[in-house]
């Protein structure tokens, strides 16, 4: 019996198996990663991470809204008292912009640790979100900060695709910005989807307390009025979706922000306390070492010995 050949499907080639695809992006983050580090590509918004041995302490930084992939190795990240924990199986996306505490968990010279992080546009996301769900979002509580979730086998074919770009200037200004959108509406499609769409739902509780986050960087009063909602609402919903109360998460923030000042600009302990808005450099030192686990000096002279860690990002 001869077995006549498979039709050819009307949506195109099948895409590969999500093994060959991570291994496909492994030798591409490889190539664009030479050495450990972070390094921004010259596609928007788009940054790979290296590290060639587990991380012994955690990284802290700011993180914005984004997509997280790991092609080789695993990563722990920290939220208040919540862990979540990603690899080669896993994606991560974060919703808000929030203080995490970062740790490559698996990693070596000869299968380092490889990862991903792709920016999200809250409004970019609202106008695909109007095209995947036309008839509304459906029904669903309202997420955290940060959630995790399988690896779905689209949407790592077009992150290959994506990043195969990143060596193609010329291709890349035209296909970029469609493969981007694909990324993201294969994401609205997924398990992930009604959980992502909130990012750029105005009317979301998670949108609001967005809001909220972004401007106490700065403040931390009239914070309820801002989002229109009563004060202990707000303090609910805001602690629900960032493990933190609002005073705990400006702590947070202006904490990173003096280690952030001592590093790159070498302001000593006191200035850099001063800066961010602590009267009293006993108090400011006191809670950095319970934040960071060390003095301000130690832990800056620390880590400019090790070479300094990237700031601004836990990926």
């Known amino acids: 019996?001869?077995?006549?050949?498979?039709?050819?499907?009307?949506?195109?080639?099948?895409?590969?198996?999500?093994?060959?695809?991570?291994?496909?992006?492994?030798?591409?983050?490889?190539?664009?990663?030479?050495?450990?580090?972070?390094?921004?590509l010259r596609l928007p918004g788009v940054h790979v991470s290296r590290a060639s041995r587990a991380h012994a302490d955690f990284h802290h930084a700011v993180q914005r809204p984004a997509l997280c992939l790991v092609a080789q190795g695993a990563k722990r990240v920290m939220l208040g008292q919540e862990r979540y924990e990603y690899d080669a199986s896993r994606v991560l996306v974060y919703s808000v912009d929030v203080p995490v505490s970062?740790?490559?968990?698996?990693?070596?010279?000869?299968?380092?640790?490889l990862g991903l992080r792709i920016d999200l546009d809250p409004v970019r996301i609202a106008e695909l979100t109007a095209k995947v769900y036309p008839l509304g979002l459906p029904r669903r509580g309202e997420g955290h900060a940060i959630c995790v979730d399988q690896l779905d086998a689209p949407v790592i074919n077009a992150v290959v695709r994506l990043t195969e770009l990143a060596s193609r200037p010329g291709e890349a200004e035209l296909l970029a910005?469609?493969?981007?959108?694909?990324?993201?509406i294969r994401?609205?499609?997924?398990?992930?989807?009604?959980?992502?769409?909130?990012?750029?739902?105005?009317e979301s509780k998670l949108h609001r307390v967005s809001k909220a986050v972004s401007w106490v960087r700065a403040n931390v009063e009239r914070l309820a009025t801002l989002v229109h909602m009563s004060p202990s609402s707000f303090h609910q919903h805001f602690k629900a979706v960032t493990s933190m109360s609002p005073l705990q998460?400006?702590?947070?923030?202006?904490?990173?922000?003096?280690?952030?000042?001592?590093?790159?600009?070498?302001?000593?302990?006191?200035?850099?306390?001063?800066?961010?808005?602590?009267?009293?450099?006993?108090?400011?030192?006191?809670?950095?070492?319970?934040?960071?686990?060390?003095?301000?000096?130690?832990d800056v002279a620390r880590l400019r010995e090790e070479g300094g860690i990237p700031v601004g990002s836990a990926e």
């Open 249 to 298: 998460y400006q702590k947070a923030i202006r904490l990173q922000e003096a280690r952030r000042l001592m590093l790159l600009t070498r302001l000593d302990a006191g200035t850099a306390g001063r800066r961010v808005g602590y009267q009293s450099p006993s108090q400011f030192a006191r809670e950095y070492g319970r934040y960071f686990g060390d003095a301000p000096t130690r």
């Open 177 to 184: 910005p469609l493969v981007l959108d694909e990324i993201l």
């Open 1 to 40: 019996m001869v077995r006549m050949p498979k039709p050819p499907s009307p949506e195109g080639p099948e895409p590969e198996s999500p093994q060959s695809d991570l291994t496909r992006l492994a030798d591409l983050l490889l190539a664009l990663a030479p050495y450990d580090g972070t390094f921004e």
């Open 187 to 202: 994401l609205l499609r997924s398990p992930l989807g009604p959980r992502v769409a909130l990012i750029g739902q105005e």
């Open 102 to 113: 970062a740790q490559v968990t698996q990693a070596s010279l000869d299968a380092p640790y």
